[in-house]
């Protein structure tokens, strides 16, 4: 889906155009931080989502898909 978005934005789609393709749709776009994900892992107390979420600038949902990832 990124690759439409990025080949509209080239192709010189207006705000508008924008709008009426992609209204509505979430993308994340991850920071390049090296060993974020064990960092998270390592960290990870049980309860802190939120909190590793915000130090490491990324979602509680992505939190919980790398901490689901190692169990």
């Avoid at 889906?1 to 994340?28: C, H, P, R, V």
């Avoid at 915000?54 to 509680?60: A, G, P, R, S």
């Amino acid at each position: 889906m990124i690759e439409y978005i990025f080949e509209d934005i080239k192709n010189g789609a207006t705000l508008e155009d924008m709008y009426n393709s992609y209204g509505g749709i979430e993308i994340y776009i991850p920071k390049k931080s090296p060993n974020y994900k064990e960092k998270i892992i390592k960290e990870f107390n049980g309860y802190n989502y939120s909190q590793l979420a915000y130090k490491y600038n990324t979602t509680v949902t992505n939190v919980r898909k790398i901490l689901k990832s190692v169990k």
